[in-house]
């Protein structure tokens, strides 16, 4: 199932490279690319913590769409 | 069929009771395919077994010519075979620090390809040890066949300079390797020569990383139980043709169980302890 997301906008305007955003939540650079890309699907706790970063709902950082 | 029924009768209809029927209609469609195949490798049996009866008359002039060669070569293979990894995994090394000089830490195409150098000088590592086992065993054996002592001695050394050769260089690399990773990703923690370095690299792999390796592993258990069945067809044609004897099809058949068994039981362990394995962090 398409998990779409605005995590890389979101990261941009924070002004934090994909290593440090990983640091901020717990995770490597390269989970945070792999999200990034869509090529990964985040659990909910993950999902949650990089919400709480951009203090934002959980739903305006990923999008999930019926295919 | 109707047994179950006057069960489910006597308590409430439970979800899986509606697939009573469903699951018999799939086993049944599955059940010709199965058979099919079943008869198919009975008969592929057959001829392999047929075959290797047939051969056996050529098996004496087949083995001396091949036994012939690996006796010769096989004291000198890991020094060869040593040369061969050195230079592989050198130029994966050289590679990955040469994209790594280059890299601003966000470019994917280029952490893509430190990747790929770091996973192919792995893999080769990873084998090299496993074939540099199979080498010095190759020099060990049949070695009463060498007559002139002098040789004989210069053989045994030449087989332990090549696995130690083959050790130390595989345990270098590894090592450049595991930190070139440790570059890439600065979380990662543990030394190779650590005993408990799986266990602390593994607690240092976030989700993502955790799920790759369980899905690697899903597939490594799904093609090693093929190769344990062609590997018994073959130690089982051997026993009966070659002269291989039983401990072969036995070492298969314990292995086998082994990788099966661990596998259950670690499924049944997880079950009950779900809690505790997929906490996350």
Known sequence: MPLYNHLKEYRTKLGVNQYEMGRLVGVSRQTISQIERGDYSPSVTLALKLAAVFDVPVEKIFIYEEE | ?281
């Open chain 2, 1 to 281: 069929m109707t047994e179950m029924r006057d069960r489910n009768q006597n308590r409430n209809e439970l979800p899986g009771d509606a697939k009573i029927a469903q699951n018999q209609k799939e086993d049944k469609r599955a059940f010709k395919k199965f058979i099919v195949i079943i008869l198919l490798s009975a008969v592929v049996g057959g001829i392999i077994g047929v075959c290797s009866i047939a051969l056996a008359p050529m098996r004496d002039g087949l083995m001396n010519g091949l036994s012939g060669v690996i006796w010769a070569v096989g004291p000198w293979m890991n020094l060869v075979y040593g040369v061969v990894i050195h230079l592989i995994t050198a130029r994966q090394s050289r590679r990955f620090q040469k994209l790594y000089a280059g890299w601003d830490g966000e470019d994917e195409l280029l952490a893509g390809q430190m990747e790929d150098a770091l996973t192919v000088g792995m893999a080769v590592t990873a084998a090299g040890q496993i074939i540099g086992y199979f080498f010095f065993a190759l020099g060990f054996w049949e070695m009463d066949a060498e007559t002139d002592l002098m040789w004989s001695m210069l053989r045994l050394l030449a087989s332990f300079v090549g696995i130690g050769y083959v050790t130390v260089l595989v345990t270098r690399m590894q090592k450049r390797f595991v930190n070139d990773t440790k570059l890439l990703n600065p979380e990662k923690q543990g030394s190779v020569y650590d005993m408990k370095f799986m266990k602390r690299w593994m607690d240092s792999c976030d989700e993502m990383e955790r799920m790759q390796i369980y899905q690697a592993s899903w597939r490594a258990y799904r093609t090693t139980q093929m190769a344990f069945l062609i590997s018994w067809v073959i130690c089982f044609a051997g026993m009966l043709s070659w002269g291989f004897g039983i401990l072969p099809v036995f070492l298969t058949t314990v292995l086998w169980m082994v990788q099966s068994m661990s596998y259950v039981t670690e499924c049944m362990r997880i079950s009950k302890h779900a809690a505790v394995t997929f906490r996350q962090g």
